[in-house]
């Protein structure tokens, strides 16, 4: 059975949801789904956008049958390969032995990497930033967008409707569930946290790259006016609202000035820690903040709520003379991710010989760019006392007077 959704006028997202895959990329929960989307252009020549997953591929025929309904499928255009997108090319191809594969020369390598069998040159189309190419009615051009997220990705901006066909840029965890539109969802409240996550932890090393994509399409801003992804929902109203969350994410900008707590605790100690430094916070009507155990978290949520907030507090436990290691795990994915510029305060605890703090603190210094540790570190032995609580009182105050002078 077909299920698309119209787009506008002549333009179907004919994609398909994901709601049994664990592991995006096997490593990033997705609780609640993810889309892969995939769109269909009937102008005067039929033309496919990106493909989908293997396991959306049997929806995504049925759509795309549908919506051609016996036309020709002239053209099928490639604007990122990786395989969530890029697993069902052959079996269009097959399928369709019309039609002729638009993409880049990079995209093209990939394709023949990953052996899909786009065999012979009158079967593929290589295009370069800043070509144009004439569907009928639809005129589009490419804008190069490498390492948002592989490096031949690309954007593919039709300049008759103002369709921005976006890649993995604005994409977001999630499945759609019928609902293709951000307008039609309360994306600040059921969706922002999985956009961020998506974003955060599948480009956040590729700041810098999506900055040089935003930068680009600074220069036609006014000509877009829906922004189609390849993943999570379509944009067609307050394109800005979601412009400016990427623009700071990329930039490393935190979203909010806030206190993120990442505790690690083995027998619940330094748990209770970081729970009375919470109630410190709101007691002294402070309430920004979030806490999260390091152990029974996904380091992918961190991470993100790590780019949402402008300060982190981690309070740790002293294993094996080291770093705890899911922190440690923590702030190598920091590293990877090429996180920067927050305000950091530490929490260190060790029946014996506190080491962690120390640790944390040079990780933090030495391997992260343009991070701050704010003094007044507190140590715990064992469980708190009444020196540590007046410490963990004291941190509270630092962090509400950085927090708010930043
Ligand atoms: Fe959704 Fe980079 O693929």
């Keep these: 059975m077909q299920n698309v959704r119209l787009v506008t006028d002549d333009l179907y997202w004919v994609g398909a949801d994901e709601h049994r895959l664990h592991l995006f990329e096997n490593v990033h929960p997705i609780p609640r789904g993810v889309s892969y989307n995939s769109y269909l252009l009937l102008d005067k020549k039929t033309v496919l956008f990106d493909t989908v997953d293997w396991a959306g591929c049997r929806q995504f025929l049925e759509n795309i049958e549908y919506v051609l309904n016996g ?15 890029a697993a069902s090319i052959d079996e269009i191809l097959v399928r369709h032995p019309e039609t002729t594969v638009i993409s ?130 379509v944009w067609r109203k307050d394109l800005l609202y979601f412009i400016d969350k990427y623009d700071k994410w990329s930039r490393y900008e935190p979203e909010e000035k806030g206190v993120l707590i990442i505790y690690a605790s083995m027998y619940g100690n330094t748990e209770a820690t970081a729970m009375k430094l919470g109630s410190n916070l709101s007691q002294k009507g402070f309430n920004n903040f979030s806490v999260y155990d390091v152990s029974s978290n996904h380091v992918s949520y961190l991470i993100s709520e790590t780019f949402k907030y402008s300060h982190i507090v981690i309070a740790s436990v002293t294993y094996n003379l080291g770093i705890f290691p899911p922190v440690l795990d923590y ?76």
Aim: net charge negative; glycine share 8%.
């Design 71 to 85: 036309r020709p499928l002239d053209y099928l255009l490639i604007n990122h390969l990786e395989p969530d997108h």
């Design 104 to 233: 880049n020369e990079k995209a093209f390598m990939i394709m023949h990497q990953f052996g899909f069998h786009i065999d012979g040159e009158d079967r593929t189309f290589e295009v370069k930033e800043g070509d144009t190419f004439c569907f009928g009615d639809h005129t589009v051009t490419f804008v190069g967008a490498p390492m948002v997220h592989w490096p031949e990705a690309m954007v593919t901006l039709d300049l008759t409707n103002g369709v921005l066909f976006s890649a993995d840029g604005f994409g977001s965890f999630g499945a759609l569930n019928g609902k293709l539109f951000a307008d039609e969802v309360d994306f600040d409240k059921d969706w922002l946290d999985d956009a961020r996550r998506y974003l955060t932890n599948i480009v956040g090393k590729y700041g810098p790259h999506v900055q040089l994509l935003l930068g680009k399409a600074g220069g036609v801003l006014d000509k877009i006016k829906i922004i189609c992804p390849l993943h999570g929902p």
């Design 331 to 406: 702030l190598e994915h920091m590293k990877a991710l090429n996180l920067q510029k927050r305000s950091f305060a530490v929490i260190e605890n060790g029946s014996w010989a506190p080491k962690a703090g120390d640790l944390i603190e040079a990780f933090l210094n030495d391997e992260l760019k343009e991070m701050t540790v704010l003094s007044g570190r507190v140590t715990v032995n064992s469980s708190l006392n009444e020196s540590s609580e007046r410490e963990l009182d004291e941190l509270a105050d630092s962090l509400i007077e950085s927090v708010t002078e930043t």
